[in-house]
């Protein structure tokens, strides 16, 4: 019985070797083959690294050139019609991944509630299942050649068919029994190869809760599949949050372990007297966050599992895979050290799980890990004390806060806004990006590392700021921006300029295929030592006559777009980044700002994947926008931007974060969604993005003043703006310009 296990690693190389190695071959200049050597060189060095940490249940499979629920997708024959004819089968993975010429690209979207975006299998009554374990059949021989014995890594059936859709409508879940029967005889092939392999089934799906259906099929597919070859030992794993209600048919379905989350999950303890002589793949190293595990708390928890199930029945792992936390520290040499000791990125979390299972299983420590025992100690209590997270005066005065919102209700607000704004029905707007040109982004690039002046920098960045409120006074626009030219990031530009905030120079994560972001560090109590965006705003202002838009990002997307330290609630961290833009605002109306947008593009992506837990996120993260724009006047008029499309069950939260005006994305559904709003009585103005900015394609005059006349089917002229549907940062001017010229006149054509 393995003493430890991790439930994946990272594979995008700590250098992001596969991400240049993917991005030189779809660029023409490298063959194929050089793809293949980076990858092989990454598992290798990948398995050496666990092996050299004493990770004894090592995974293989957890790799992939791309995403690995296509690659399961690819594993069952579930080729949507498309991509059938391309023959090459490298081509025809990069092309359902990325798309060509001629077809679209498969959908991607968010894996649960992480940053990381999976593709979406499509499935219809035309999918031809069929077996192709060439990938996995290849890397369990690569790991063997290596000379370990893996455990082989597969995304499970039920999480399969549940992120599937139906491009026919039907039920995905008619395939059920095909799918599983591919998964029979994949199970099958690898007992040929090594009988006695652990074969883990990520199951996360079951994380989400208590949906009938999916429970009732549980036990069945499991005992399915563990009849399929008795001898292989298999494992399902769930993540994310808790799986409690699945313990029960796992224990009989005849599968070897289960993997519980204790770290997103402590509710999986109450379903530990149900686990009946399953092992537990027990997942106390946090697979998510950044921090440096408290040996000894954990160790505490670990005594309270075995209370319930027998020691040598529990394997110490990562709660999910390591695939959402960067590589490691040690190329960081530009953290402030003491910030360091607190941190643990995947390489040092391999070392964690060792440290707690040679503890907690009783093996007698060798002298450098007793040292790294110590040294956990002393992390975790100088983190408790630090004065460079703990900041009296930011808690003091989030104690003594008594003013939670505006003053007045929308309905007075709005009157002595219009008075003063004095902007007209289907007022024109944008959502405060325009485009980032390379030499935008080389000046930028310039200015950090210190090559130009900050005079040079702000000539440059003035020069874009002027260029671009001419462009937007020259098609009359009504309420301008100054284009954001400053930011590279919307959480990044506000978390340089908080206390609070720290920054890695290789903290890459995957985010989708070869793209990584660096997520900020948010360790410490958050303050603002001066203004953020006052003097771009300010200058923007006195260039014009008309209106120019303030633009901020809101305290949930700031949290929610960070790794945020785990020692405090999120709420009190939520309100502290809240008061922060509170005086943000406070600043801009005082220099004259009349219109301020606090964007809040992650609110939705925040909320937990249980139902149950929805409450208690909202009143959080409502209270914190709010509390955000509480310093707003009356007259100030508070915009805020949301960019998904999903609506319906957060309508009511989103009418009481109570902005003035929301813009949102909706070029793609028609006037659908804001039947929603109407249904619920939406008493606040709307910006329905008009059209979708994620296409370089120009939309017509008459297309909009179609989808314009749809709008007021809904809502009356007083109450709609009219705008892209999101920043306009990734388009290309020659695009932009003609885009939102054809806005304006559409919007003059309707207003006749
Ligand atoms: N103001 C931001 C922009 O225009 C909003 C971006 C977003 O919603 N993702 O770029
Ligand atoms: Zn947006």
Avoid at 238 to 253: C, M, N, P, Q, R
Avoid at 403 to 418: A, C, G, S
Avoid at 425 to 438: N, V
Avoid at 611 to 621: D, I, P, V
Wanted: contains cysteine; glycine residues 6%; neutral net charge.
């Amino acid at each position: 019985m393995p003493k430890n296990t991790i439930i994946g690693f990272p594979r995008i190389g700590e250098k992001r070797e596969l991400k240049h190695a993917l991005e030189a071959y779809w660029s023409g200049q490298t063959a194929f083959a050089t793809v293949q050597q980076t990858a092989l060189t990454l598992k290798r060095r990948h398995w050496g690294y666990q092996q050299q940490a004493g990770i004894a249940l090592i995974s293989c499979n957890d790799f992939s050139l791309y995403d690995t629920m296509l690659d399961t997708a690819v594993m069952l024959g579930a080729i949507p019609l498309r991509f059938a004819d391309i023959s090459d089968s490298t081509v025809q993975y990069f092309t359902m991944a990325r798309g060509d010429e001629k077809r679209v690209a498969m959908e991607m979207t968010k894996w649960f509630n992480t940053n990381y975006h999976y593709i979406v299998p499509e499935l219809s009554a035309q999918t031809r299942f069929k077996l192709n374990a060439t990938k996995v059949l290849s890397e369990l021989e690569e790991a063997r050649a290596f000379g370990i014995i893996p455990k082989v890594n597969l995304i499970g059936p039920l999480t399969f068919l549940s992120l599937a859709k139906a491009t026919d409508n039907s039920d995905v879940f008619a395939h059920l029994d095909r799918v599983v029967e591919l998964y029979e005889q994949l199970l099958t092939q690898l007992a040929q190869h090594a009988p006695a392999l652990y074969v883990q089934f990520d199951e996360p799906i079951l994380s989400l809760g208590t949906d009938p259906l999916t429970q009732a099929r549980l036990g069945g597919v499991y005992k399915t599949l563990s009849c399929a070859s008795p001898a292989l030992k298999l494992i399902v794993t769930t993540y994310f949050d808790h799986a409690k209600e699945s313990v029960v048919s796992l224990a009989k379905s005849g599968v070897w372990g289960i993997g519980l989350d204790f770290v997103h999950g402590k509710e999986n303890l109450d379903a530990l007297g149900e686990l009946g002589d399953l092992h537990l793949i027990a997942g106390v190293v946090d697979g998510r966050n950044v921090w440096k595990n408290d040996i000894r708390t954990t160790l505490e928890l670990l005594e309270r599992i075995a209370s319930q199930v027998p020691k040598e029945r529990i394997c110490i792992s990562t709660s999910c895979s390591l695939l959402h936390v960067p590589y490691t520290l040690a190329h960081e040499s530009k953290l402030d050290k003491t910030l360091s000791t607190w941190l643990s990125f995947a390489l040092e979390k391999l070392e964690e799980v060792t440290l707690l299972s040679q503890c907690f299983h009783g093996a007698p420590l060798s002298p450098a890990k007793t040292q790294a025992l110590e040294a956990n100690r002393a992390a975790a209590a100088s983190r408790k004390t630090s004065d460079k997270i703990h900041n009296k005066q930011v808690q003091t005065r989030l104690q003594t806060t008594t003013k939670w919102k505006r003053d007045l209700p929308y309905t007075k607000r709005i009157v002595v806004q219009k008075a003063a704004l004095n902007y007209p029905d289907l007022a024109t707007t944008t959502i405060g990006s325009f485009p980032q040109t390379p030499a935008l982004r080389h000046v930028r690039r310039e200015y950090k590392n210190g090559t130009i002046s900050s005079a040079v920098y702000e000539t440059h960045i003035k020069a874009y700021i002027d260029e671009c409120l001419a462009f937007q006074e020259s098609i009359d626009l009504d309420v301008l921006v100054h284009g954001e030219p400053e930011r590279n990031d919307m959480v990044e530009y506000f978390g340089e300029q908080l206390e609070g905030f720290a920054f890695t120079q290789n903290g890459w994560v995957q985010s989708y295929g070869s793209r990584c972001v660096k997520p900020p560090l948010l360790y410490g109590d958050i303050s603002r030592p001066s203004p953020m965006t006052v003097a771009w705003i300010t200058y923007a202002q006195s260039k014009t006559q008309k209106i120019v838009k303030g633009m901020l990002t809101g305290p949930v997307t700031i949290l929610n777009w960070s790794f945020v330290r785990n020692d405090k609630p999120k709420k009190e961290i939520a309100q502290q980044i809240a008061l922060a833009i509170c005086d943000e605002i406070n600043d801009l109306q005082e220099a004259g700002i009349g219109i301020v947008q606090v964007d809040e593009a992650a609110f939705k992506e925040g909320y937990p994947l249980r139902q149950e837990k929805h409450a208690q996120y909202e009143e959080w993260a409502l209270e914190s926008f709010r509390l955000s724009t509480s310093s707003a006047h009356p007259r100030t008029q508070i915009h805020t931007h949301m960019c998904y499309s999903e609506f319906r069950d957060i309508i009511h939260t989103i009418k009481a974060m109570d902005a003035d005006v929301i813009s949102i994305e909706t070029a793609r559904s028609g006037n659908k969604l804001l039947q929603i709003f109407k249904e619920i009585g939406y008493e606040q103005e709307i910006g329905p993005g008009i059209y979708d900015i994620h296409s370089p394609r120009v939309p017509s005059v008459e297309e909009m003043v179609t989808q314009i006349h749809a709008l007021l089917e809904v809502f009356p002229k007083e109450q709609l703006w009219i705008n892209p549907d999101c920043g306009l940062k990734t388009r290309k001017w020659e695009e932009v310009k003609p885009s939102l010229a054809n806005m304006v006149t559409a919007v003059n054509a309707v207003r006749g």
